[in-house]
């Protein structure tokens, strides 16, 4: 009981609440910072493919 209810219940709970903690500091509203972001990570994958393709 003590890993079902102390575990798998409140541990998630607990770990749904410091991700929406975190994602909370990530969000600004305004738009441009949400387009730079995909762009980044746009970037970020076709270097890794492009990377992964030469090697």
């Given at each position: 009981m ?9 541990g ?5 609440g410091?991700?929406?903690g ?6 600004s509203g305004?738009?441009y910072h ?6 980044i990570?746009v970037f970020v994958?076709l ?8 090697h």
């Amino acid at each position: 009981m003590t890993f079902i209810d102390g575990l798998m219940v409140n541990g998630s709970a607990g770990l749904i609440g410091w991700f929406a903690g975190v994602v909370r500091l990530i969000q600004s509203g305004f738009i441009y910072h949400y387009a730079f972001s995909m762009i980044i990570g746009v970037f970020v994958l076709l270097t890794f493919f492009g990377m992964a393709l030469l090697h």
